[in-house]
């Protein structure tokens, strides 16, 4: 089965570039455009990793990752913050709620896709 | 009328006032009761049956002489305000309850001087409550029909159980508090009240008067002028008129202060200083209303009557020569109310200086210190209410004896010639801290002497004689200097002119001189230094008093104990305690508690009786003068010093709380910068994220589609564009924050700018199929920087694009003047502002918190750089509230006025 993987961000070029070489390594992708969206996705598809930016509107990354990292059903999910955020304390805010990887933008693929594989033990 | 029906008449008011009284006394938190109005109505017990009858008399037979009786009041009032103000903070500090205490107090809390003054004032103002019981005794009897018996028995008397009712009033009302200083709301309420029935009343004749009985002020003017004397009744026709007048202004300007019975309504009774300022206003406004027709009667009663009426009483025999008894009957309650209110409190205050300035402190104070404290509380009421019977006794003997013949004006001006010697130990003793004891004291029997000599000699030789005598034609031994009307030849003023005149001259004088030459023991110095200087009077300060001795908390105690009870005595020093931070188990008494006391117990027994009695079981050092002066000055450096230090801690306040508010400016202005360069990174960061990934696509992938590498290609370039726009976006920005941003203003026609900025964007809306609609458009030719107004109109139209829905929407633009502005405005179909997004949508990088889907294309910064811009052009912008489906912005710039 492939491994599933959760897009969360509301920049098309980065979900349309991050979904291209997900999906080129065979994951399953999906998207959300914000929290809200995210959220819905989780119940449904129960995703094995969440790539999540910060600055969102409506429910930004912060609220989202409290919320996933809340709900003991998703607590083997792991989870990369990506964001232009990259002051040590907003890496240190993202880590203390439960994110397992922080990336910051703009990122390399190359590294997104190795943190994933290291992550999910591939 | 019957005697008998006006007898019910006048109970049944006297009883009505009983009842008005009794209510206050019951409700004493009313707020009616404590208003203002309160107050500066019953002020008004100035207007007394000499105001309400004889006024109408003077300027019958005198003309304009009628009027300084209120000039005075009118003139003095400004004065009068800070005058009053100093007086009641001085009365409430020491606890001051008449004119004779307070005199005392300020010398020294002299015995002598209290006793003087009361004496002086029952010798001013018996006669002056004796002329109202006259009033009522002859307007009784005018009413009644019958003639005026002045020779009939007391018991026969209908004024004389007036009287005694009135007494019963003021005894039971002036007399349920042994402090003297407490208010007395029910007589106060009633005095108020009665000064609207007897305005009311005296207006309705007025009217009446003036314009039922003749056709108005010019046809009684016209009717005059056929008198032969009328001339003289509306002009001061010589000099000696002139200096009558004058005389007469000044004597009711120092009335307004001294009597007995306005100092009682406007200090005593006074609850704290801002009812003076309704007064302020009110009380002149009052005495000009009651004097409106005032000369009108007169002229209606010399024509109506020529000389067959007592003009004194014109106002009661013109309603009642046309039958009107109705009308002559509520003219005469409104006369009662002025009798009755004057009475009432004339005796109150007179009563209270009999007792406190003159029975208590000469008969009565080796008894109270052997007594139990109901005792002394029963004696001391006893006394007051006795007091009150003997004042108006007095008053009605006086009446009986010697006022039958005179008119009420005479009397009423004798009144006010006494009273006056009160002046130069009042105003004096208020500003000038050298005014002492010896001046007041001989000011006074001088100033008293000359008036019996000028005034009172010749008035009882002219009541017993009935004519002129040759002490009063010659002079006595036939030295003319001497005649008492004419003293060095000054008989060209009236009498009581040229009694004030002399006896004040003589008075001030006196009072100088012996204040200059003599010196006063250290406690008037005391005082004087207490009274005169304001800083002492911002708040009770028991700092000022100098004392030196010896004295015990307990036999304080016990003496406080027998006049006010053990339990009062002891809450009052418990609270003298915790104010001064003294301990309570304190057992040697210093000068605060010496001073405290003093006070506490002149409410009730006088302020120098009550100094006599804390010295009988104190043991007091004497002190030099200079010891004193010392002392103050010491103090008065200390308040100073306390004064300043207050005011720098005040200051260094203000100082840090301005250094917070700078420091959390910093904070937030420094959070604001840090906030806008987080934002421009963040935004920087996210098309070039967009690059970098796409990039690497084309890159690292061999086996891309020709059509993924268009999109990813496709990216990189909208990106790009996107990364351009923004550092614009940013750069312009900065300009105009900084406002550096250099504006091309150039006459330009509206019309053309928005066709230009509709052509830019054209591509944009065909896109979305989305037809721009252009409404009214005038020919408006104005000063603009083209290119920058193109750029707002530009950036509000793309974004009504960027809202409105593909194909389906629409977008409207219009131009017109409104009030020398230009205003344009966008519109579009679609979502729209969120009512709490209103006030922040001008911000720069603002989000609406509504704003779903995905992010539209923007830098964040398009509508506030519009903002700047048209307020370069000194215009608004602005997004309406309250748009159902949609969005509306508009901007106004001026349209400048063309030079000509």
């Known amino acids: ?122 | 009328m019957n005697s008998w029906h006006l007898i019910v008449v006048v109970v049944s008011y006297l009883g009505l006032l009983f009842a008005l009284a009794y209510w206050a006394e019951h409700n004493k938190n009313n707020k009616w009761l404590n208003s203002a109005w309160i107050y500066a109505l019953s002020l008004a017990v100035y207007s007394s049956a000499w105001t309400y009858y004889g006024s109408i008399g003077t300027a019958a037979t005198t003309g304009l002489q009628f009027l300084p009786i209120y000039l005075g009041p009118v003139i003095a009032f400004p004065i009068w305000v800070l005058v009053m103000r100093k007086t009641i903070r001085i009365a409430k500090i020491h606890k001051v309850s008449s004119i004779a205490d307070f005199l005392s107090v300020r010398y020294g809390q002299s015995r002598r001087l209290g006793a003087l003054v009361a004496l002086v004032l029952i010798l001013g103002v018996v006669p002056y409550i004796s002329l109202q019981l006259k009033a009522v005794s002859e307007t009784f009897a005018i009413l009644t029909g019958n003639n005026i018996n002045h020779s009939v028995s007391p018991l026969y008397d209908t004024a004389f159980y007036i009287a005694l009712l009135l007494a019963v009033f003021a005894a039971i009302y002036g007399t349920q508090k042994i402090d003297a200083t407490e208010k007395h709301k029910g007589i106060v309420f009633s005095t108020a009240i009665e000064s609207l029935v007897k305005l009311f009343f005296f207006l309705v004749l007025g009217v009446y008067v003036t314009f039922y009985l003749f056709q108005g002020p010019s046809d009684l003017f016209h009717r005059m002028e056929n008198i032969p004397y009328f001339e003289n009744l509306i002009t001061l026709n010589n000099e000696s008129a002139g200096f009558n007048w004058f005389f007469a202004i000044a004597m009711s300007f120092f009335a307004i202060f001294l009597l007995p019975r306005q100092f009682q309504v406007t200090v005593v009774e006074n609850h704290n200083e801002n009812e003076i300022k309704r007064a302020i206003w009110f009380f002149p406004l009052y005495l000009l209303i009651f004097n409106i027709f005032t000369p009108f009667i007169a002229w209606a009663g010399i024509i109506t009557f020529g000389g067959a009426s007592d003009p004194d009483y014109f106002a009661l025999s013109l309603p009642l020569h046309q039958g009107n008894t109705f009308l002559a009957l509520l003219v005469f309650v409104g006369g009662l109310s002025a009798v009755v209110s004057m009475v009432v409190i004339s005796t109150l205050a007179l009563s209270t200086m009999v007792s406190n300035n003159l029975v208590i402190p000469y008969g009565f104070l080796n008894k109270f210190i052997k007594e139990a404290p109901e005792t002394n509380i029963a004696y001391i009421k006893s006394i007051r209410r006795i007091s009150v019977f003997l004042v108006i006794v007095t008053a009605y003997i006086f009446y009986k004896n010697f006022s039958v013949n005179v008119s009420l004006v005479s009397i009423g001006i004798l009144s006010f010639v006494v009273v006056s010697q009160l002046a130069p130990s009042y105003f004096l003793g208020l500003y000038w801290n050298r005014g002492n004891f010896m001046g007041a004291f001989m000011g006074i029997i001088a100033g008293i002497s000359l008036t019996a000599y000028t005034l009172i000699a010749p008035f009882i030789v002219e009541t017993f004689t009935g004519a002129s005598h040759q002490f009063i034609e010659l002079g006595p031994w036939g030295i003319s200097a001497l005649r008492p009307y004419s003293l060095l030849n000054t008989g060209f003023l009236s009498p009581s002119a040229h009694a004030f005149f002399w006896s004040m001259i003589v008075n001030f004088s006196v009072y100088v001189f012996f204040s200059l030459t003599t010196k006063g023991n250290y406690r008037e110095r005391n005082f004087a230094e207490l009274f005169v200087h304001n800083y002492r009077l911002e708040k009770p300060d028991e700092n000022g008093y100098v004392w030196k001795g010896e004295a015990y908390v307990t036999d304080i105690k016990a003496l406080l104990s027998r006049f006010l009870g053990p339990e009062t005595a002891n809450r009052e020093l418990a609270g003298f305690f915790v104010r001064n931070r003294i301990d309570p188990k304190t057992e040697a008494a210093d000068a605060r508690l010496v001073s405290f006391s003093e006070t506490l117990l002149a409410g009730s027994i006088g302020a120098a009786s009550s100094k006599i009695l804390i010295s009988s079981v104190v043991k007091e050092e004497q002190i030099t003068l200079s010891e004193v002066l010392g002392i103050l000055e010491e103090s008065k450096e200390n308040m100073a010093r306390k004064r300043s230090l207050e005011e720098k801690s005040r200051e260094l306040l203000v100082i840090s709380k301005k250094l917070k508010e700078a420091n959390l400016q910093l904070i937030f202005k420094d959070k604001q910068k840090n906030d806008f360069l987080d934002t421009v990174a963040h935004e920087l960061k996210t098309p070039l994220s967009g690059i970098r990934a796409a990039s690497e696509i084309l890159i690292e992938e061999d086996d891309i589609s020709e059509s993924d590498k268009m999109q990813f290609l496709t990216v990189i370039m909208n990106e790009t564009d996107r990364l351009s726009r923004l550092i614009n976006n940013i750069l312009d920005f900065e300009k105009f924050s900084a406002g550096r941003q250099k504006m091309h203003f150039e006459r330009n026609e509206i019309k053309l700018t928005v066709d230009k900025s509709i052509a830019s964007i054209k591509q944009l809306a065909g896109n979305k199929k989305i037809w721009i609609h252009k409404k009214s458009f005038d020919t408006i030719v104005l000063e603009y920087d083209e290119d920058r107004i193109i750029q707002v109109i530009t950036n509000l139209l793309s974004n009504a694009i960027k809202f409105t829905e593909y194909e389906k929407g629409y977008i409207s633009i219009d131009c017109k003047t409104i009030d020398r502005n230009l205003e344009l405005t966008v519109e579009n179909s679609g979502k729209s502002i969120q009512q709490d997004d209103l006030p922040f949508i001008f911000d720069k990088f603002y989000q609406s918190h509504e704003q779903t889907t995905k992010k539209p294309v923007g830098s964040g910064l398009g509508l506030a750089i519009c903002k700047h811009i048209i307020e370069e052009h000194n215009g608004n912008i602005w997004a309406h509230a309250n748009v159902k489906n949609g969005a509306k912005f508009t901007f106004s710039i001026p349209i400048k006025q063309p030079i000509v």
């Open chain 1, 1 to 122: 089965m492939k491994p599933k993987i959760l897009i969360v961000d509301d920049e098309p070029s980065i979900v349309m570039t991050l979904e291209f070489s997900l999906k080129k390594k065979n994951f399953e992708v999906y998207i959300a455009r914000d929290g809200n969206e995210a959220m819905f996705v989780m119940e449904n598809v129960h995703p094995d990793a969440v790539l999540l930016d910060i600055m969102m509107p409506n429910i930004d990354g912060y609220e989202t990752l409290s919320f996933i990292k809340n709900n003991p059903a998703y607590k083997n999910t792991k989870i990369i913050i990506i964001s232009a955020k990259d002051k040590p304390s907003d890496i240190e805010k993202g880590l203390a709620l439960g994110a397992d990887r922080y990336i910051i933008k703009p990122f390399a693929l190359k590294k997104v896709i190795t943190d994933i594989n290291e992550l999910l033990n591939l």
